[in-house]
């Protein structure tokens, strides 16, 4: 699969430029590939354009004697979101963002925010929390650079997940036999309250799934819901609460990095930190104008009662430690990981409906 992407790159070029990963950047000019597979309107993908991309070659530019060019390539141009760890590593791309739910082989316990569902809504408070236990493992960070030739720049934040629906789901038992869809580590969350679980193939499916009737309806957050257009096949969004999720990153090539100037390494690193508080805010700030955009196309939004929400945790009070065991049984730390979570969820302020136990 990689020498095909290889192959397939092959012909994406930028007069004068050299990718870092490759032959030596020519005096003091830095050219990167920065690739997504996701597509524009994917905020985190809009912000790359927006923001990172002219920001580091402004920063560069003001604070040393250097120079970026910045090859974008989005929409799985160069890579699709499952091959960008890989991607990263072999000097594919400089540059990436992706999710880690395209790792769950490679990179299981990183996928730990979403085994402690019903978490926080706050896009900003998520991040916080997830930063706290990034802090607290350092295996989190370094497993990249120890193992896969690259370093953890940014962690980037989704809006809430909740669902989009055919059906209206107002209590649990609306849930029974209906066919949602979902990333694949999320399914637990719908299957566990007696939906039937259907593994997506990611956004670009999740309209011809609901239009086919391959499934009934979708866990997902707003801003895919809205940008997908699955508004016009599903009437019905319920905020489950969820919550935010931060399983998303931007990772660079360890080898590009380390040919770079201490002065240009930090701009990288300070930049990355300031993208990912960036993209948090941007997404909490955003949500209640999606749920507006949803709801003027006809959907009715419906919010589930606490007790409702509850329940549904109840349903799920052994996910954590299941994942858990699963993870320590693979060698991970997988049990001290998710209490870390818990308790970090706690100390920002959050209270979880259900404290799950973890042994």
């Known amino acids: 699969m990689l020498q ?26 830095f050219s990167f590939k920065l690739a997504s597979g996701h597509p524009p309107g994917m905020q985190y993908v809009d912000l790359f ?22 090859l974008e390539a989005y929409s799985g141009a160069i890579i699709k979101n499952s091959e960008a760890l890989e991607a990263l590593q072999s000097g594919l791309v400089d540059i990436a963002g992706s999710c880690y739910c395209f790792e769950p082989s490679n990179l299981p316990l990183h996928n730990f925010p979403v085994y402690v569902p019903f978490g926080t809504s706050s896009p900003l408070q998520s991040l916080a929390i997830t930063r706290d236990v990034y802090a607290q493992t350092p295996e989190l960070s370094d497993v990249f650079e120890k193992k896969w030739n690259q370093r953890l720049l940014a962690l980037i934040v989704l809006d809430p997940y909740e669902i989009i629906s055919k059906n209206p789901i107002e209590k649990i038992a609306d849930l029974k036999g209906m066919r949602l869809g979902a990333a694949g580590p999320n399914l637990p969350w719908v299957a566990k309250a007696g939906a039937v679980p259907v593994q997506t193939q990611g956004a670009g499916s999740a309209y011809t799934n609901l239009q086919t009737g391959v499934v009934e309806g979708l866990v997902s957050y707003p801003s895919a819901i809205y940008n997908l257009k699955l508004t016009q096949l599903a009437k019905n969004y319920t905020k489950a609460g969820f919550g935010a999720v931060t399983w998303l990153y931007v990772h660079m090539n360890l080898d590009a990095y380390k040919k770079l100037p201490p002065e240009v390494q930090n701009i990288i690193d300070e930049l990355g ?40 945790a109840t349903l799920m009070a052994d996910l954590p430690n299941e994942k858990a065991k699963e993870l320590n049984d693979a060698g991970y730390p997988g049990s001290v990981v998710l209490n870390r979570m818990l308790d970090a969820a706690e100390a920002h302020g959050y209270q979880w409906p259900v404290r799950y136990k973890i042994n």
Do not use: C, M
Request: without cysteine.
């Open 4 to 29: 095909k992407i290889l192959s397939s790159a092959a012909g994406i070029a930028i007069a004068g430029a050299v990718s870092l990963a490759g032959l030596p950047a020519q005096a003091d000019t």
């Open 273 to 312: 930190r300031d993208f990912e508080f960036r993209q948090a805010l941007v997404t909490e700030d955003k949500y209640a104008e999606r749920l507006r955009l949803i709801a003027a196309d006809g959907v009715t939004v419906r919010d589930l009662s606490p007790e409702t929400k509850k329940e549904w």
């Open 49 to 70: 354009a927006n923001y990172l991309a002219p920001e580091l070659k402004k920063r560069v530019a003001a604070r040393t004697e250097h120079k970026v060019n910045i």
